[in-house]
């Protein structure tokens, strides 16, 4: 090996040891805390490794959620949710960037795609803020409005029924420019050569975007979706805690709202069950890993191409 190419080596060493640093420290780490999940954990002495040592092994932390009344209602909110996230934070993407990518005027296509950029870097915290400024019963813009046309005020933190709408709106809402982006980065890799040779031959944009834009697009919306599918164990906590709880309906839209997340969340902080907590975040990560390959070896298996690995 040359010495400017080992030179060049250590160079390129240099600039990723930071990331492998802090790979090791924040990712590797921790996963020595894993032991938890398989230990019927109890501070006893007052030291965390000396109390961990001296508590049994036990695999009651993985029976008690999936035998809980609880376990139902949570794994069907948190899959059927990312589900429809999935499935949305594909599909509306893609129609927006496209249709921005079809416009002549360049210049409202930056100013859209700037202020819809915009909620990704807001936190759930101000959004719910917002929400609720919305949906005050007493003083929301949307019960004014519907008064306003005679109708009645509805209590919306106090009524199930909406939110599942709501949640999925604002999950999009929030992911949507940052999604569009991703597309409209891989739409400007297309040759217009193709869609001039299409308009010549008679094609509508309708055809052009069916036979040439979504199968180029495939490979990035492969990636997406094989993404997607591992995280639909996993929920936006902020989404489903800090969105109900602004309103003070944590417990009226606990039917709609209560994830895997949000129940690892309130087991830790109110019952102080580390082992539990850990157990079912265990499950999380497995049951990702595991989508996650599955799915990239069935894109493997029809369309190698496609596939991440």
Same mark, same amino acid.
């Given at each position: 090996?040359?010495?400017?190419?080992?030179?060049?080596?250590?160079?390129?060493?240099?600039?990723?040891?930071?990331?492998?640093?802090?790979?090791?420290?924040?990712?590797?780490?921790?996963?020595?805390?894993?032991?938890?999940?398989?230990?019927?954990?109890?501070?006893?002495?007052?030291?965390?490794?000396?109390?961990?040592?001296?508590?049994?092994?036990?695999?009651?932390?993985?029976? !008690? &959620?999936?035998?809980? %009344?609880?376990?139902?209602?949570?794994?069907? =909110? *948190? +899959?059927? /949710?990312?589900?429809?996230?999935?499935?949305?934070?594909?599909?509306?993407?893609?129609?927006?960037?496209?249709?921005?990518?079809?416009?002549?005027?360049?210049?409202?296509?930056?100013?859209?795609?700037?202020?819809?950029?915009?909620?990704?870097?807001?936190?759930?915290?101000?959004?719910?803020?917002?929400?609720?400024?919305?949906?005050?019963?007493?003083?929301?813009?949307?019960?004014?409005?519907?008064?306003?046309?005679?109708?009645?005020?509805?209590?919306?933190?106090?009524?199930?029924?909406?939110?599942?709408? !709501? &949640?999925?709106?604002? %999950?999009?809402?929030?992911?949507?420019?940052? =999604? *569009? +982006?991703? /597309?409209?980065?891989?739409?400007?890799?297309?040759?217009?050569?193709?869609?001039?040779?299409?308009?010549?031959?008679?094609?509508?944009?309708?055809?052009?975007?069916?036979?040439?834009?979504?199968?180029?697009?495939?490979?990035?919306?492969?990636?997406?979706?094989?993404?997607?599918?591992?995280?639909?164990?996993?929920?936006?906590?902020?989404?489903?805690?800090?969105?109900?709880?602004?309103?003070?309906?944590?417990?009226?839209?606990?039917?709609?709202?209560?994830?895997?997340?949000?129940?690892?969340?309130?087991?830790?902080?109110?019952?102080? %069950?580390?082992?539990?907590?850990?157990?079912?975040?265990?499950?999380?990560?497995?049951?990702?890993?595991?989508?996650?390959?599955?799915?990239?070896?069935?894109?493997?298996?029809?369309?190698?191409?496609?596939?991440?690995?």
């Amino acid at each position: 090996m040359s010495k400017d190419k080992k030179r060049r080596n250590r160079q390129i060493a240099l600039f990723t040891l930071p990331g492998f640093i802090w790979m090791l420290v924040f990712s590797y780490l921790p996963m020595f805390g894993l032991v938890i999940a398989f230990k019927d954990f109890k501070n006893s002495t007052g030291n965390f490794i000396t109390s961990l040592f001296a508590s049994d092994w036990t695999f009651n932390n993985f029976r !008690i &959620f999936f035998t809980s %009344n609880d376990s139902g209602l949570i794994l069907r =909110n *948190t +899959i059927l /949710y990312n589900v429809v996230f999935m499935v949305l934070n594909i599909a509306v993407p893609l129609i927006v960037a496209i249709m921005l990518h079809e416009l002549l005027q360049k210049r409202w296509a930056k100013a859209y795609q700037t202020a819809s950029f915009l909620p990704y870097f807001l936190s759930w915290i101000v959004i719910s803020y917002s929400v609720y400024a919305i949906l005050n019963p007493q003083t929301g813009l949307m019960n004014k409005i519907i008064t306003a046309v005679g109708g009645k005020g509805v209590d919306w933190y106090r009524t199930p029924g909406y939110w599942p709408f !709501i &949640f999925v709106f604002l %999950n999009v809402w929030k992911n949507l420019g940052y =999604n *569009t +982006i991703i /597309y409209l980065a891989a739409l400007t890799g297309i040759d217009r050569s193709l869609y001039e040779a299409a308009a010549i031959d008679g094609a509508t944009k309708w055809e052009q975007a069916k036979h040439i834009t979504v199968p180029l697009l495939k490979p990035v919306i492969t990636v997406i979706f094989i993404l997607g599918l591992g995280s639909i164990f996993r929920s936006d906590f902020g989404l489903f805690y800090h969105i109900p709880i602004t309103g003070g309906g944590t417990a009226a839209l606990r039917p709609v709202s209560e994830t895997i997340d949000t129940y690892i969340y309130k087991l830790l902080m109110k019952s102080q %069950n580390i082992s539990q907590s850990a157990a079912i975040s265990f499950v999380q990560s497995v049951i990702g890993f595991l989508l996650i390959f599955g799915a990239n070896k069935l894109v493997k298996r029809y369309d190698p191409e496609r596939a991440i690995y």
